[in-house]
């Protein structure tokens, strides 16, 4: 069955740094959602992308779609302590179930003031 | 406001004891979701439904069951067949197919 796979686990940045996480699926997605989850609390939607290739940008955030939409990335520029949190993408394969949105397992993001 | 309302926050279950964890949401949305997160892991789907009266298992249906008798409400039982419940649970809804999910503040779940 399908995998989304996201690396890397664990990212420690320093304020003001930069940082990629990626987002890695085994087969084609219809289209692919960014979550956020806070320490304690329970995910919040970012984005979603659906189209091969799509950029898209939410102030210092930046989410892309590859061109074979079996892989995505969250860049985030200038990190500042709020960003700190779990990241997650989600993923529908173009074979499955409409209710099966398949999840990584997440960036823990900390940062460092 | 609308929104998702989960409850309780936490939950003490004992061996053998079937628990219910309620959701409740009054976004008016058609779909609703169960998912289990276990630490360092990402959301698992347990079960989901589109409209009332139907459901379907998701990824980690065994020892868990669940009814949609009214659009707004979707609660999920794990029963005792479920081995190792002890995880966070989180009940998520959306408007249609492939829209965003919008989640409750989920219920912690542990074994006594």
Same mark, same amino acid.
């Given at each position: 069955g399908q995998q989304v796979m996201q690396?890397?686990?664990y990212q420690h940045v320093q304020e003001g740094e930069d940082f990629t996480t990626y987002c890695n699926s085994s087969t084609t997605l219809?289209?692919?959602?960014?979550?956020?989850?806070?320490?304690?609390g329970h995910p919040v939607f970012l984005i979603q992308l659906v189209k091969s290739g799509e950029v898209k940008k939410q102030k210092r955030l930046t989410f892309q779609f590859g061109?074979?939409?079996?892989?995505?990335?969250l860049h985030i520029t200038a990190t500042q302590t709020t960003d700190v949190g779990t990241y997650f993408c989600a993923g529908r394969g173009t074979t499955d179930s409409w209710g099966k949105l398949q999840f990584g397992a997440g960036t823990q993001v900390v940062v460092t003031p | 406001d609308g929104g998702i309302t989960q409850s309780p926050k936490y939950l003490f279950r004992k061996e053998g004891q079937n628990v219910t964890l309620s959701c409740e949401q009054n976004l008016n949305h058609d779909a609703m979701y169960w998912y289990r997160q276990d630490p360092g892991q990402g959301l698992r789907l347990i079960y989901y439904s589109q409209i009332v009266n139907d459901f379907q298992k998701g990824d980690? #249906?065994?020892?868990?069951?669940?009814?949609?008798?009214?659009?707004?409400?979707?609660?999920?039982?794990?029963?005792? #067949?479920?081995?190792?419940?002890? #995880?966070?649970y989180l009940c998520a809804s959306t408007r249609r197919v492939g829209q965003p999910q919008h989640f409750g503040d989920g219920t912690r779940l542990s074994i006594l």
């Amino acid at each position: 069955g399908q995998q989304v796979m996201q690396i890397p686990q664990y990212q420690h940045v320093q304020e003001g740094e930069d940082f990629t996480t990626y987002c890695n699926s085994s087969t084609t997605l219809s289209n692919i959602q960014w979550y956020k989850q806070r320490p304690g609390g329970h995910p919040v939607f970012l984005i979603q992308l659906v189209k091969s290739g799509e950029v898209k940008k939410q102030k210092r955030l930046t989410f892309q779609f590859g061109e074979a939409k079996k892989n995505s990335s969250l860049h985030i520029t200038a990190t500042q302590t709020t960003d700190v949190g779990t990241y997650f993408c989600a993923g529908r394969g173009t074979t499955d179930s409409w209710g099966k949105l398949q999840f990584g397992a997440g960036t823990q993001v900390v940062v460092t003031p | 406001d609308g929104g998702i309302t989960q409850s309780p926050k936490y939950l003490f279950r004992k061996e053998g004891q079937n628990v219910t964890l309620s959701c409740e949401q009054n976004l008016n949305h058609d779909a609703m979701y169960w998912y289990r997160q276990d630490p360092g892991q990402g959301l698992r789907l347990i079960y989901y439904s589109q409209i009332v009266n139907d459901f379907q298992k998701g990824d980690i #249906a065994e020892g868990y069951s669940v009814s949609r008798e009214k659009k707004e409400s979707f609660p999920l039982t794990v029963t005792s #067949a479920q081995k190792n419940p002890t #995880a966070f649970y989180l009940c998520a809804s959306t408007r249609r197919v492939g829209q965003p999910q919008h989640f409750g503040d989920g219920t912690r779940l542990s074994i006594l």
